[in-house]
T-cell receptor, first 115, second 113 residues
Framework: ETGVTQTPRHLVMGMTNKKSLKCEQHLGHNAMYWYKQSAKKPLELMFVYNFKEQTENNSVPSRFSPECPNSSHLFLHLHTLQPEDSALYLC??????????????FGPGTRLLVL | AQSVAQPEDQVNVAEGNPLTVKCTYSVSGNPYLFWYVQYPNRGLQFLLKYITGDNLVKGSYGFEAEFNKSQTSFHLKKPSALVSDSALYFCAVMAGSARQLTFGSGTQLTVLP
């Protein structure tokens, strides 16, 4: 799990707060992903970046704002969240998007609770 | 469109017995199939994948999976279960023009001592 790290591991925030989740990968990959994992639901892909460029935004509300300053770092900026946004947020990386059989490697996640 | 089904939310097996976690898929084109495992309060760990070639794929921790094209299945198996195998297991697929993994809803495996 040390290949992809995420901070913080736990976060409690009010609906009016602004916070950021950080992801860092040490695998030399070029693609990075944000997923949302809610109880009893399949993983939901939120955003995809390839070589720092956003390639996917799966109709995610604007209160979630991603940032990818380089291929090793990915952020998810949060503001005015709703209680239903409480979930485990997972970051993943893969070599790039050119080869569809590429394995994605996941971080440990940030457990977010919105009050 | 691509989809994955894990028909069992929960699978219980006795330690030492063989285990099977089921996965079926629906895609256009040739599928790329993956299994991941998630332990409590952890991220997903890659177990194995099928890309092409031999239908029996061997992965980490003694797990294997068999690709069956006619039945559109990719069941995860292990000959002898360990208590430490207790976790949440996810099947995922990518196929055709899709560049995203589609995950199943997960199967909670409990291995009883």
């Amino acid at each position: 799990e040390t290949g992809v790290t995420q901070t913080p591991r736990h976060l409690v925030m009010g609906m009016t707060n602004k916070k950021s989740l950080k992801c860092e990968q040490h695998l030399g990959h070029n693609a990075m992903y944000w997923y949302k994992q809610s109880a009893k639901k399949p993983l939901e892909l939120m955003f995809v970046y390839n070589f720092k460029e956003q390639t996917e935004n799966n109709s995610v509300p604007s209160r979630f704002s991603p940032e990818c300053p380089n291929s090793s770092h990915l952020f998810l900026h949060l503001h005015t969240l709703q209680p239903e946004d409480s979930a485990l947020y997972l970051c993943a990386s893969s070599q790039d998007l050119d080869y569809r059989g590429e394995t994605q490697y996941f971080g440990p996640g940030t457990r977010l609770l919105v009050l | 469109a691509q989809s994955v089904a894990q028909p069992e939310d929960q699978v219980n097996v006795a330690e030492g017995n063989p285990l099977t976690v089921k996965c079926t898929y629906s895609v256009s084109g040739n599928p790329y199939l993956f299994w991941y495992v998630q332990y409590p309060n952890r991220g997903l760990q890659f177990l194995l994948k099928y890309i092409t070639g031999d239908n029996l794929v061997k992965g980490s921790y003694g797990f294997e999976a068999e690709f069956n094209k006619s039945q559109t299945s990719f069941h995860l198996k292990k000959p002898s279960a360990l208590v430490s195998d207790s976790a949440l297991y996810f099947c995922a697929v990518m196929a055709g023009s899709a560049r995203q993994l589609t995950f199943g809803s997960g199967t909670q495996l409990t291995v009883l001592p």
